[in-house]
């Protein structure tokens, strides 16, 4: 199947930025989106930023403008650019793909990567 690794997160202060990325591994098996989820403390996972395989882009309100989700199709990884970071920014950043392994639809998850902005 597929298997997602995930770097970049750390700590920053408010303003700055840091960029994530997410590689996918595996065999037999072609993407149909991957992108970003984020999950803080005591809230439900929410979306952050997709991109599907034709480049169609998607962000949540909250980090559009800041963030800016890329891809690299070669070697099946996405990035997310992430400036003016904010104190609620802070969350574990999960790496998320659909995609077919032999013509199956599957998903997988990332193992997740913090992200604090503080002071």
């Known amino acids: 199947q597929v298997q997602l690794v995930e770097s970049g997160g750390g700590l920053v202060q408010p303003g700055g930025s840091l960029r994530l990325s997410c590689a996918a591994s595996?065999?037999?098996?072609?993407?149909?989106?991957m992108g970003w989820y984020r999950q803080a403390p005591g809230k439900q996972r929410e979306l952050v930023a997709m991109?599907?395989?034709?480049?169609?882009?998607t962000y949540s309100d909250s980090v559009k403008g800041r963030f800016t989700i890329s891809s690299d199709i070669a070697k099946n990884t996405v990035y997310l650019q992430m400036n003016s970071l904010k104190a609620e920014d802070t969350a574990v950043y999960y790496c998320?793909?659909?995609?077919?392994?032999?013509?199956?639809?599957?998903?997988?998850w990332g193992q997740g990567t913090q992200v604090t902005v503080s002071s």
């Open positions: 998320r793909t659909d995609f077919r392994w032999l013509d199956y639809p599957r998903g997988a």
């Open positions: 991109i599907t395989s034709g480049g169609i882009i």
């Open positions: 595996g065999s037999a098996f072609s993407i149909n989106a």
